[in-house]
């Protein structure tokens, strides 16, 4: 899926140094692997971090590995007042760095066509 991303992502990445590059994939690849284990509340689970919750509905994580923290400082899951549902995510780089995903118009458990899922060459 990193990829896919990637590929997409390359015609605008071209004048952004290699290095940066890697490092947005990587911290993309952190927050998609983790993107299940917070959907079915399990946020404490992890052992790359350490949750805890903050006032607003808000979980935070912080990475426990000291060089894992040069990547990526904390991320917040902010919770939707809608049981199981994750409002926005934020990846911080550092204090004034951040990445933000936000999740518009949820449906749950919605009927998703066979074709979706087929192979693409």
């Not at 052992?47 to 994580?61: C, E």
Request: contains cysteine; aromatic residues 8%; glycine residues 2%.
């Amino acid at each position: 899926m990193i990829l896919e991303i990637a590929l997409v992502l390359l015609p605008f990445l071209k004048c952004i140094r290699l290095d940066i590059i890697l490092y947005l994939l990587q911290s993309m690849q952190v927050v998609v692997q983790e993107i299940t284990q917070w959907l079915s509340g399990r946020f404490d689970e992890n052992p790359a971090f350490t949750a805890k919750l903050a006032p607003g509905r808000v979980i935070v994580l912080v990475p426990k590995d000291e060089s894992f923290a040069r990547l990526i400082q904390r991320i917040e899951v902010h919770l939707s007042d809608r049981p199981a549902i994750i409002k926005s995510v934020m990846i911080f780089e550092s204090e004034d760095t951040f990445t933000k995903l936000d999740f518009k118009d949820v449906i749950i458990n919605q009927k998703l066509d066979d074709v979706l899922f087929r192979k693409v060459r």
